[in-house]
């Protein structure tokens, strides 16, 4: 299996006829960890979601591909199908369908018609994950998130993408809400995975992540753009100073998406 | 043709001179006719009936062909189930089958002409004493012409494990199905029966069928209470259900409707004794240009009486429903207390639902009486999140989609019918 690549070029989204994302780009591979930060309100999350598809954010010029591949042209499922995945900052709750059902009904597709794992192989699978992120074995019973604590429903996102296996794990805040011990389990899974067949875009405001999950590429975003790229030392500093030397330096008086430079 | 007023029906003629009636039915069936044809076809809250045409020509005395896909498979269920039921075809009642194990029990299950004759008193007490003639035009109809039918009496103290089923089948040979169910169920026993009523309706303009079922609840006794309705274009259908439940009775009823059918339809609890408690869960699928009027209603009497209504809906295409959950806490129902639930899911721009909730209070100490109703469309949101895991949208819709309903249809009680209810919701919803 070939190590995968997910090519983000000068990628512009907007929302309402508001453009959040101005003109992003980015290459992500296998075996890679690129982490993003930014303020509040710079456009992490809309990235994020257009990359995955939501209905709700066009994208309206620019390139993604993966390996190759239009993501653009594809659905959401074909997206996921296709090795992507989302960890979502806001995880939906659905009521009346089981966590266990989910999970074997989105791997089962992501496998593809034929080569469906068996039930009982998916359960032992289930389960061993499952006891790897200290998750209840009752949570594979209940419903999809309802009622999971914010903690839970981030430990659950980690859940799907141990199962699923993507080629590119996009992580939204998967650190907020989790207690220490639950932060190293995360950190845990993604370091398992971690290998050239799977690269990571981390979404994070804390430098705390990043010590367990040590990243290859820090990316600041302000604006709706990448505006300074480094290694792990540019998340210490920012850590260690905020943004405002940052954006002294860059001449940024509001970073948030609505202003401009 | 419709019949015109007479004290001397011929359609009640034919059925005194058919079954030997004994005169205290023939009367009431003269007197309920008398009823019919005087009573307007009303224009109700949500649903105008004046212009809909009652055709009610003949009682056909026979019945041509096997039983359709959907009775085989109920039949097949039935027999799986334990072996107790009664067939009815065509108002004809085909096969009766009560299994040795509850017969040695003193249990009773007979269709209801049969047990007339054999059982003069029980019937004659019971019969039309929980749904009178007189509460509506199709009360009446059904009191005046009931053919086809079924009576179940279990004794004091026994207590049934096997549930008990009738399959009702209305093909186009009919005119118009009018099935009568009567159940006693004495006290300290126990209970649960399905009932399905099956209706081929393409084409039968006109026609009008009405259900009626009646349940008589002894004290501590308990009745689990499931019926499904398939009811097809064309005819208007009625169907009305209600239990008397006597001190510490309780009545759990699981009501399935999949239909494209203009149906009207009641189901309720008389909450008469003290500590009785009962509740409805129902599920309603609706395609085409189904129009249904759903009324589950608790009416409280007895003391310290509790009630649950939780009713769920489906639409597609252009289908229009009202679901009404009505509660009515009378005076001297002191710390009574209810719970209304009404969710609906309409899928598609042109389905339409209505969810009413209802709650009349004429008690001042009432515990505790809530309420929640939504109508919504499928969550985008919902989509979105499980087609992010690789799950196309269909498949998401329709898991979402049997995420409501799931817990309803997995209340219904006999398991084989069970799996038939969910083909025919995944057949009518597109979901297969
Ligand atoms: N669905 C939406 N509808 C309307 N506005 C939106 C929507 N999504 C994002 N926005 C707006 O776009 C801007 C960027 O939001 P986004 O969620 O991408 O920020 P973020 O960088 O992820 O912030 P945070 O760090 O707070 O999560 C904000 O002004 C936000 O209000
Ligand atoms: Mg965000």
Redesign the interface.
């Known amino acids: 299996m070939s190590s995968p690549v997910l090519t983000i070029e000068d990628l512009r989204v907007s929302v309402e006829d508001k453009e959040i994302v101005k003109g992003l780009s980015l290459q992500i591979k296998g075996g890679e960890i690129h982490a993003v930060m930014g303020p509040n309100g710079t456009g992490k999350s809309t990235l994020a979601s257009a990359l995955m598809g939501h209905p709700a954010y066009s994208v309206t010029s620019g390139r993604v591909t993966l390996d190759g591949e239009d993501v653009l042209a594809m659905s959401v499922d074909e997206r996921a199908r296709a090795g992507l995945f989302l960890a979502m900052q806001y995880p939906a709750e659905v009521s009346g369908v089981s966590n266990a059902n989910f999970l074997r009904t989105a791997l089962n597709a992501r496998r593809g018609e034929g080569n469906e794992l068996p039930v009982i192989k998916f359960h032992r699978l289930l389960q061993q994950k499952m006891k790897d992120l200290n998750i209840d074995p009752s949570f594979a019973e209940r419903y999809l998130n309802e009622g999971f604590s914010g903690g839970e429903k981030k430990r659950n996102e980690i859940l799907q993408m141990s199962l699923l296996e993507p080629k590119i794990a996009i992580l939204d805040e998967i650190d907020s809400g989790l207690d220490i011990d639950a932060l190293k389990l995360v950190a845990d899974a993604v370091n398992q995975l971690r290998s050239p067949q799977t690269g990571f875009l981390i979404i994070t405001h804390y430098q705390r992540l990043l010590q367990y999950i040590v990243p290859d590429y820090v990316h600041v975003m302000m604006q709706g753009r990448i505006v300074k790229s480094g290694d792990k030392t540019l998340a210490e500093y920012l850590e260690a100073n905020g943004y405002d030397t940052l954006k002294r330096e860059l001449g940024i008086v509001d970073e948030t998406v609505g202003a401009e430079a | 043709m419709s019949i015109k007023t007479s004290a001397h029906s011929p359609l009640v003629a034919d059925l005194a001179s058919r079954f030997q009636e004994a005169p205290w039915l023939v009367q009431q069936r003269e007197r309920a006719f008398a009823l019919y044809t005087s009573m307007p076809s009303p224009k109700l809250e949500k649903t105008d009936l004046r212009d809909r045409p009652w055709l009610v020509e003949s009682i056909p005395s026979a019945t041509t062909g096997g039983a359709g896909a959907a009775a085989q498979a109920l039949l097949e269920g039935a027999k799986a189930a334990g072996g107790a039921y009664v067939y009815v075809r065509d108002g004809v009642t085909i096969e009766t089958s009560l299994p040795h194990s509850l017969a040695k029990q003193g249990v009773v299950l007979l269709d209801l002409h049969t047990a007339v004759d054999q059982h003069p008193e029980w019937v004659r007490r019971h019969l039309y004493s929980v749904v009178p003639a007189e509460e509506s035009k199709w009360a009446a109809l059904n009191a005046a012409l009931w053919h086809g039918g079924v009576f179940v009496h279990v004794p004091s103290g026994v207590r049934l494990e096997l549930p008990i089923h009738f399959i009702y089948e209305e093909t186009m040979t009919g005119k118009g199905g009018l099935p009568r169910s009567l159940i006693v169920v004495e006290d300290r026993a126990s209970l649960s029966f399905a009932e399905a009523y099956l209706c081929h309706g393409e084409r039968q303009e006109g026609v009008v069928h009405s259900a009626v079922t009646e349940l008589v609840v002894g004290p501590d006794a308990d009745v689990t209470a499931a019926c499904l309705s398939r009811y097809g274009k064309g005819p208007t259908n009625f169907f009305t259900r209600r239990a008397k439940l006597a001190d510490n009775a309780s009545v759990d009823w699981v009501i399935g409707d999949v239909s494209d059918g203009f149906t009207v339809g009641l189901v309720e609890s008389r909450l008469e004794g003290p500590g009785s408690k009962s509740t409805t869960r129902s599920f309603g699928v609706g395609y085409g240009r189904q129009r249904l009027d759903f009324t589950a209603s608790m009416d409280h009497f007895g003391h310290h009486s509790e009630s649950d209504i939780t009713l769920m809906g489906v639409l597609r295409g252009r289908a229009s429903s009202t679901y009404r959950s009505s509660t009515h806490i009378e005076r001297g129902a002191d710390e009574a207390s209810s719970e209304q639930h009404d969710r609906m899911l309409m899928l598609g721009s042109r389905a339409q639902a209505d969810a009413i909730p209802m709650l009349l209070i004429d008690e001042n100490d009432v515990q505790r009486c809530g309420h929640a109703a939504s109508v919504g469309r499928i969550?985008?949101?919902?989509v979105?999140?499980?087609?992010?895991?690789?799950?196309?949208?269909a498949?998401?819709e329709r898991?979402?989609i049997?995420?409501?309903?799931?817990?309803l249809v997995d209340a219904f009680p006999v398991e084989p019918w069970r799996s038939e209810v969910a083909s025919w919701i995944d057949g009518e919803l597109n979901l297969r």
Request: glycine share 8%; net charge negative.
């Open positions: 969550d985008e949101n919902q979105y999140y499980l087609m992010a895991r690789g799950i196309p949208r498949e998401a898991m979402i049997w995420g409501y309903l799931q817990p």
